[in-house]
């Protein structure tokens, strides 16, 4: 199993990446209201499909244990140096917080 860690930047971003077989298109959005916070929603580049949309970006959890119908061969998690169990504050993306996909192959 590799560890990959996706090359984020501060602020809302999109952006393509291949995981496993497939190329897919990530879109990162801030949702400033109280419980909300950083948004990912992920598709199949090639064609546009929306495969998940408005997965919270929480800290300790697989974010993708629960949608392995689509998939996505590995792992997604939230990390956030100095305090794992912090939630990503806006100016925190691509710094502080970094988001890490483990390879299941």
Do not use: C, K
């Amino acid at each position: 199993m590799a560890t990959y860690e996706f090359p984020l930047t501060t602020g809302p971003q999109a952006f393509s990446l291949r995981l496993g077989d497939t190329e897919y298109r990530l879109r990162l959005t801030y949702r400033r209201a109280p419980e909300a916070g950083w948004i990912l929603d992920i598709g199949r580049a090639a064609d546009g499909v929306p495969l998940l949309s408005g997965l919270p970006l929480v800290t300790g959890a697989d974010l993708l244990a629960q949608h392995a119908h689509i998939g996505i061969p590995g792992s997604l998690y939230v990390v956030t140096d100095g305090n794992p169990d912090a939630v990503p504050a806006f100016d925190d993306l691509g710094g502080r917080t970094r988001l890490l996909f483990v390879d299941a192959t």
